[in-house]
């Protein structure tokens, strides 16, 4: 097998009494991309830890290159050619360090490296790897000051500067823009042609049809189906790792009631158009649009994080301007963040208190916080989202990142409220935890209106009533949720504005 980098054999793994690895047998070939798709809990977080290092296996063996691969930790792992670049943005990159010291870190520890750092000779080295990269920014600004998506490619630029054996790459361009996205994707495939094999953690179709080469999909710790005839069936890979077909029956749509929400003189960008939208009970409008489109902008608006005085915008026919999200939230206006690490889960708290916050109010008396409520909330939402633990007391750091988002979403979810914005809500969740969450947002819905910012027109589609498109800061499209429109809302959403009467916009 002088083609495969990575050959994985009968690779067994248990925690305890749970077996989370089954005899995973599974090649990864040299200079091709092989995506791996799992719903959470199907154990692929686990075997990419024991490829890094972070796990042993129980049994089976691990060879790389030819040669057998057992490293103890993910620095032995990086050593040996094994780079990971992994979702949390924070875990690839050092906050409070410059651009230059992030890319260069691994130069600086090696310890032959001396007493005396050659600042000049870092920052050039630093500059030819963000120039291969085509990050054009300043390499001394420190990364705390950088965006999501510019901290992201500093991470995965880190990687490629060690010419890796076996790239592992999760979910990388949750945060990235289109732009972005295609600078990655043209050197994954410079990372190709070197012949570098390259494991791509992800269930955004947008990024399988663009990079993939085969598709592994797990289920329950076992290897569940294995694609790779061209065209690839992502259908099939999604059914595998499922274990039953998806349906894909067209929305029905909800009967829209009074206008809840009403915003006048939009603008999202200096040179975009102003605009209007209105917002109604009993009603789910996802608000789609490449990263770059001004979703967030629109959402942080509406949320009192970015005040906007130019946009009127009225709340149950009274005027609405919050300068705050405290003001919002007093107004019945809720938002649950895209960033669940940096802006919504809180890591010291058990399951109950994170799906409780903000509103511990509720749940206290005289100043004291009411337990055997806060676990009965608690309990309600595990069971409606379907939340995988041990009980409500467990911290939330132990779930998994599917399990957490459902603590995010859920938490606004529980409460009543006029208007929920929710960005970004199934990011960085496999595809059955994303109709979990999808179901349960549609089932909640009937005394608010509901506001989805998407930047995946697939997800925009599964739970919509009616769908808004936005391209570079402008309204370009809004229709429907219906099968005749989706050919509109594609053109709209590919950037070509297509101009829509309004009755077809539903009533």
């Not at 189906?225 to 929305?251: C, D, H, R, W």
């Not at 009274?318 to 889960?345: H, L, T, W």
Request: negative net charge.
């Amino acid at each position: 097998m002088s083609n495969t980098a990575c050959q994985i054999s009968g690779i067994v793994k248990s925690f305890g009494p749970n077996k989370v690895l089954q005899e995973i047998n599974l090649d990864l070939p040299a200079g091709m991309i092989t995506v791996l798709m799992g719903a959470n809990g199907a154990g692929k977080s686990t075997l990419v830890k024991i490829l890094c290092g972070v796990h042993q296996a129980d049994a089976g063996s691990v060879y790389l290159l030819g040669e057998r691969f057992e490293p103890i930790s993910p620095a032995d792992a990086f050593k040996s050619g094994v780079v990971t670049v992994h979702q949390s943005i924070n875990n690839g990159v050092i906050p409070d360090l410059d651009v230059v010291s992030n890319l260069m870190i691994d130069k600086l520890a090696e310890q032959n490296s001396g007493f005396f750092i050659n600042s000049e000779k870092l920052k050039k080295e630093a500059d030819k790897i963000a120039s291969a990269m085509d990050i054009n920014l300043d390499t001394e600004t420190l990364v705390r000051d950088l965006g999501p998506a510019d901290k992201q490619m500093i991470a995965i630029a880190r990687a490629m500067a060690h010419a890796p054996k076996l790239l592992i790459l999760d979910e990388p361009t949750s945060s990235l823009s289109e732009n972005e996205a295609k600078r990655l994707f043209t050197l994954l495939q410079k990372l190709k042609e070197q012949g570098v094999a390259i494991l791509y953690i992800s269930h955004r179709m947008s990024d399988i049809n663009s990079v993939a080469d085969r598709i592994v999909a797990m289920r329950d710790g076992t290897i569940s189906g294995l694609f790779e005839e061209k065209p690839l069936n992502y259908e099939g890979a999604v059914t595998a790792m499922l274990g039953q077909k998806l349906s894909q029956n067209e929305i029905e749509i909800n009967e829209r009631k009074r206008e809840i929400l009403n915003l006048k003189g939009v603008r999202l960008a200096n040179d975009s158009k102003p605009f209007d939208l209105s917002f109604y009970k009993n009603e789910i409008v996802s608000i789609t649009g490449l990263i770059g489109s001004g979703k967030t902008t629109l959402a942080s608006q509406i949320f009192g994080l970015s005040p906007n005085s130019k946009v009127k915008m009225t709340l149950n026919g009274d005027p609405y301007s919050p300068q705050s999200p405290k003001e919002a939230i007093a107004e019945g206006v809720f938002m649950c963040p895209k960033d669940r690490a940096s802006n919504a889960v809180v890591s010291e708290f058990d399951i109950s208190n994170n799906l409780a916050l903000p509103f511990f109010k509720k749940h206290s008396r005289f100043s004291f916080l009411r337990t055997k409520r806060l676990s009965q909330n608690a309990r309600n939402s595990i069971s409606e989202l379907g939340i995988v633990c041990q009980s409500e007391a467990d911290s939330v750091t132990t779930l998994s990142g599917g399990n957490q988002q459902k603590v995010m979403v859920g938490r606004w979810l529980a409460e009543e409220s006029s208007v929920l914005l929710l960005d970004e809500p199934f990011q960085g969740v496999d595809i059955k935890a994303r109709r979990d969450i999808g179901v349960q947002i549609r089932s909640t819905s009937s005394q608010r209106a509901t506001l989805i910012f998407v930047a995946e027109l697939d997800e925009a589609l599964e739970i919509a009533d009616r769908v808004i498109v936005l391209h570079e800061g402008n309204l370009v499209g809004e229709y429907q949720n219906k099968s005749e429109n989706i050919p509109e809302i594609v053109s709209s959403f590919s950037g070509s504005a297509y101009k829509q009467d309004s009755s077809n916009y539903g009533t």
